[in-house]
């Protein structure tokens, strides 16, 4: 099994205690994350009308649940809600939660979707998982409409080193193994998200590699003093 294919496996096996878990986990703080995200994907977008939604590592769902309710209380009306996954396990608690959305078995890196045809594509906390992630953000600069927006939400790594990113680091490395651990039994999987974001790039990192395919970036923002990232970035008009 190559790295991508374990992550994948690990994802099916924590599937049906991921939800209790990271609700736990996050104190529940992740949902006003996806809700400020969302709320200014939309507003950077300015449409009363979108055809298609497409969430990236969409895992159970709940940020395509954010964006249909989000929408609605904007009055926007969002004619397509699509997720995307590799994890059948993390699809099929999705698909049980959320009957009315279409969902797809898939990488970020081969979507299958026709070029030039979602609005906005989110990926939230997954982007990490994804090994070959250059070749997921090109995928999602063909797929995405001229004027689309990525929206990337993700535990970066703080360079800063302030006491926040420092507590958070304590809790990620020493805390929630143990406590994903007990939630999931499974205590590998909840080892492996602390080293991930210790392996991973900073917000600065990802936004040039987003430019490097042809990004521009509207916002490059944190939340909770730097524990987790926000970025927004277009498929300018002018790269039809
Ligand atoms: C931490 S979960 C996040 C799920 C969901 N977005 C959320 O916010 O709750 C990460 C997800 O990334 C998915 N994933 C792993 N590799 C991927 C890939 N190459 N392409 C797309 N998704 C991937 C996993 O299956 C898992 O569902």
Redesign the pocket.
Known sequence: MDK?QK??SM?DNIAKSYDIA?RILSFGVDKNWRKKGINLALSTYQKEDIDLIV??????G??MGFWEKEARKLEIEVAHILG????VG?VDVGKKKFPQFEFKIA???EMGLESDSADIIS????IR???EREK?FVEFFKTLKSGGLVVILEFTKDRKRGLVSRSRDFYMNKILPILGGMISGNREAYTYLPNSIGDFVSSEEMVAELESVGFETIHNLSFSMGVSSLIIARKGVSDV
Do not use: L, R
């Not at 969430?55 to 159970?60: R, S």
């Not at 995307?84 to 994890?87: C, G, K, L």
């Open positions: 991508q992550i994948v994802f990271n969430d990236v590592a969409c895992g159970t709940d940020m995307i996954d590799p994890s993390m990488s970020a890196t990926i939230a906390y997954g998982n994804v090994v997921a």
